[in-house]
């Protein structure tokens, strides 16, 4: 008797605040109606509408991932699953997000084309960091941060193995594609294509030595060396503090090609709207600000003007 096809599963990340709500019911209507089973962390479960499985093996039996949240979700979703390459779709529950794909009324849609395959994907790197004897992934960047009321950063650089010079600078942030319109573009920080395999590195107010950002090539790894004098500045994975350096301590960082899937359902359109977004960065004001701004008002007459 041959044995019965086991049932898809998917995973579920949740943002760590907001509200999943109508997100998160479609989606347990759409997995009751179609005989997929969901499975969620036991610090997202709680929110979640019931039908969902807890689980502390999502990683490992999950067939696909969505996320519930912004670009951070998402991230954090991709960490989970870097050493498998399984699918994750997002969905938007923040304002400006580059890794989202849909917005939640869409989410019914979606998963109809994730479970017949219509789909992309657009493959992501990610950067594994070496601090002291702490290791870790992200897929944005690494940071070294200055800590307040200590002294500034002071490094060498080494690229591939050669000394490229120093830095004296408030931190430094190294960058994937995917991350240099995050913190590196911040820190001016070129706009680099996720398409591309490449790392940027990107002084926080630099003084003296490098003051310029500078994209090298994915195949070599990146060395930044405490020297003397220097502050002992915080490393930071995706925003998330990994370790509190110490004084001559060498942070190792290289790129993982291919290391997140990211599910593509219209590129050309995902495409249109990153351009949009890519527009208002430097906007003083916020999307929903702007919004009120350009309203229609009424004139002195009462009449609305157009």
Known sequence: MTPPERAP???LVLHPRRDPGPSATAIVAWAQSHGSR??????DAAR????VIVSDQLAEETDALVSIGGDGTMLGALRLVVKRAVPVLGVNLGNLGFLVEVEPDELPAALDRLERGEFTIEQHSALQVRAGAAESVGFN???LVRVPDDGVVNAALSVGGQRMGRYRCDG??????AGSTA????????????????VIIAPLAPMSGISRPMVVSADEPVEL????GSGRPAVEVDGRVLHRTQAGETIAIRLIPNAGQVVRLDRDRHQRRNQVKLSLLDLPFLPEELRDLTAPSAGPSGRTRP
Do not use: N
């Open 183 to 198: 913190y590196s573009y911040a820190a001016g920080g070129p706009v680099v294509s996720p398409l591309l395999d490449a």
């Open 38 to 43: 969901l499975v969620a962390r036991a610090e």
């Open 48 to 51: 979640l509408p019931p039908g």
């Open 9 to 11: 599963t998917i995973g």
């Open 225 to 228: 060396t405490l020297l003397e």
């Open 141 to 143: 960047d690494v940071a």
């Open 172 to 177: 430094l942030v190294v960058a994937t594609p």
